[in-house]
């Protein structure tokens, strides 16, 4: 399971060839979620409300990116790294 992003902690990964819908997971300390890309909301699992804040606006941000990696990874190919949200 490829860590595609890592910020403040919250590691985002994305499976390569899991199911739908479109999603990826995230994790933080003992806490980890399966997050929808087209919302960014949780569907599965549980964050903190800090952490799943941070998740949320860095999937809006990113969500052509992540649904080309969404693409990528049901096609069996990795998906490729994204910038964190403190990226410099």
Request: a negative charge.
């Given at each position: ?8 902690g ?79």
């Amino acid at each position: 399971m490829p860590t595609i992003a890592w910020f403040y902690g919250i590691a985002i990964r994305m499976y390569v060839r899991d199911h739908p819908p479109p999603h990826f997971r995230a994790a933080y300390a003992e806490h980890e979620a399966n997050v929808a890309i087209d919302t960014g909301e949780v569907i599965e699992g549980a964050l903190p409300r800090a952490a799943a804040r941070l998740v949320k606006e860095w999937a809006l941000a990113h969500q052509h990116q992540l649904r080309e990696n969404w693409r990528r990874a049901r096609a069996g190919e990795q998906p490729e790294r994204i910038a964190g949200l403190d990226a410099d």
